[in-house]
């Protein structure tokens, strides 16, 4: 076994074969162009010197940097400066890919030169092959009956799932370009596809305009519609695609997006424009069939100083239902929001302007409020602000907005609350946490067909939780039982009186508020007088099973004035609520939350939601049943939700989705189709059934076919 050092130009045969393998692009040419020591390693090493030929036989190993070439034979012709490897070549780059051959042949100061038979494997199982690959110069290379696929080699020898096939190839360097001459595209070895001419960027290459693949899709409402977009460079920090979508019953739909990377932050804006008539319409008679319709919609973040942040997030349309009629969104509420936020550790200050459009036929746009501007602030201390402990800290919170309406009520608050925090640990392993506050708020509303209202109040409050985890372990399991106490004190003042109420009209008792002092979202309601919340919580924790659970109770010594009919705290015990939740492995993920009547123990609330992943079976149900909406007492919700894929082979599924309303006894959404997963291709043909009418949002039926190819996008 032989060992020598030789310089860079003496194997620059390294150069060749990875400019060879141009879809790694120029990264590998940079590399391998430093002047880097270069180490061989042989069973043979022979120099003639009168010829000027350097040998070297038998298991040729050459290491330059990252990059490891394999040879049978390596001559050096130092006189007519030709290097010639053969035997088995192999070469094996930074990025893992490999090229293999029989023979190369580099001339011209090692820049030109031939491989016959040239094979290659990419770091991602891709290979490509080729008759004879020449490198005409440094930048551009060029295959015969060339042949490119990332699928997996049949076992049997037979043709891929696909491939292209091209009777020459070009990898230019400079254009940052592969152009592809004669190329069919095959299935299986049989042609379905052929273009005279095509191209395609390097992997490395800079940005290009340019078109992107096309999609297809039919829908009831909109017909076949054709997208067919195009994207812009228009800058290294700034992009756009224009992508006008061709419907049958429609006509022209403009759609766009637009995205730009500045010094401080960054900003999108998407939108479409669209003046409805039927595809074969060159003009209409009909008044009503020329608005213009469209939607623009927007966020981005910009950093102002390492604390200080603004940015913005929101959608406009032209109309209610032209979001979900042209399927760009599904949603019945539009929130937008400018915002400028600091954020420092624990602490955080946001000064927004929100705005709310519905969607819903019943909604008014002139009594939906605005909000601005709009202040939450979160301040703490640091810890120990009491001598002998440790963890206790203050906290102050700020709250405070303006609503203004077109027709309707306006109004104003203000919210301040200081709280102490005191956590103390027993010996014993009890823990207590002390809290005191003082809240101090403000109200002016100018109702429309009222007197002005100005209101305020004052609400000190103190509570102490006591809570007792316990814990059971082993090596295989643990097991925790915790008992959890919290006694909440405050005036029984009905400090909701008189209150405008704009943003507490929404309670949801359950287990995550359980053991809050304040139930009610805002700050407009309050809680009051003197409560206990208790309950228990643990789990079993396997190494195969887990179980977790929470179930707990409220009692108040005086029932709350003015509480919402059936919010579950209404009376002087309220509802239990609870969560129990199962999980097995990585399979089987169950949770189910409840709340049942203090009195009867009726269902008030159920929603289960079970994932199951056994193959060949995965599949979502989420259940949701509540007695009814407080605000509405007609209006009991019950509905399902189920999602399933069903494995026939490892690559072949049935998949489908579907969504009912319970209460009304009515479908909402419908879905079923295959999918193929293989190694190179996936595939998903669905048929949707939407059962919801919206004014000209009209239910129907749309089909979907996407077809994806590995390294080539999807159609």
Known sequence: MKKLLLTTTALGFIGFVSASLALEGEKLQDSLSKKEEVFLEADQLDYYQEQGVVVATGKVEVLKGTNVVFADQIIYDQTQ?????????????????????????????????????????LDDGSLIAAAQARRVSETRTELDKAVYSPCELCSDGSDPQWQLKAAKVVIDNDEQKVKYEDAYFEVYGVPVAYTPYFSHPTPNADRESGFLVPSFRTDSNLGGALEVPYYFNIAENMEAVVAPIITTKEGLVLTGNFAHLTQYGTYNIEGSLTRPRGFTELSSTDE?????????????????????????????????????????????????????????????TRLQMVHFRGLLEIDDSKTTPFAAPYLRSHIESNQGVIPGYKKSKINLDFTSFNIERNLGDNSQRGSARASLNIPYI?????????????????????????????????????????????VSEDSSKRILIEPIMRIIASPNTNYNKNIPNEDSQDVEFSEVNLFSSNRYRGIDRVENGIRAQYGLRGGYYGEDYKIDYVVGQNYRLKEQKNAP??????????????????????????????????????????????????????????????????????????????????????????????????????????????????????????????????????????????????????I
């Not at 067909?449 to 000190?460: G, K, L, M, Q, Y």
Request: hydrophobic share 35%; proline share 2%.
């Open 81 to 121: 400066n030709i290097v010639t490897a053969q035997g088995n070549v192999s070469y094996i780059g930074p990025d893992g890919n490999t090229v293999f051959t029989d023979k190369v042949v580099l001339k011209d100061d090692l820049k030109a030169g031939v491989v016959n038979y040239f094979k290659a494997r």
């Open 288 to 348: 009503s069939d020329k608005d213009v319709r469209g939607h623009i919609k927007g966020d981005g973040l910009f950093d102002i100083s390492e604390n200080w942040d603004l940015g913005f997030d929101g959608q406009f349309t032209s109309d209610d239902t032209y979001l979900r009629r042209y399927d760009f969104d599904n949603t019945d509420l539009i929130t937008s929001r400018a915002y400028l936020e600091r954020i420092n550790e624990r602490n955080f």
């Open 426 to 470: 027993t010996s014993g392993g009890h823990v207590f946490e002390l809290e005191t506050s003082l809240r101090a708020d403000k109200f002016y509303s100018q109702p429309l067909a009222a007197n002005d209202v100005d209101e305020s109040r004052v609400i000190p409050e103190a509570s102490v939780t006591w809570r007792l985890p316990m």
């Open 565 to 714: 009919l059936n919010s579950g705290i209404e009376d002087n015990l309220s509802d239990y609520v609870g969560k129990v939740g199962v999980s097995y492995k990585d399979k089987i993920d169950a949770a189910y939350r409840f709340r049942f009547e203090q009195d009867s123990f009726a269902a008030r609330r159920h929603e289960v939601d079970l994932t199951v992943d056994y193959y060949p079976v995965k599949t979502n149900v989420t259940y949701f049943n509540l007695d009814y909406d407080f605000t509405n007492q007609t209006d009991n919700r019950e509905e399902i939700t189920a999602t399933a894929q069903v494995n026939m082979t490892p690559e072949w599924s049935v998949v489908g989705q579907g969504s009912r309303n319970l209460a009304s006894d009515q479908n909402i959404t419908a879905m079923g189709g295959l999918k193929y997963e293989g190694d190179c291709t996936d595939v998903l043909a669905v048929v949707r059934k939407n059962f919801i009418d919206d004014r000209d949002a009209k239910s129907g039926t749309s089909f979907d076919i996407k077809v994806a190819l590995k390294n080539l996008g999807e």
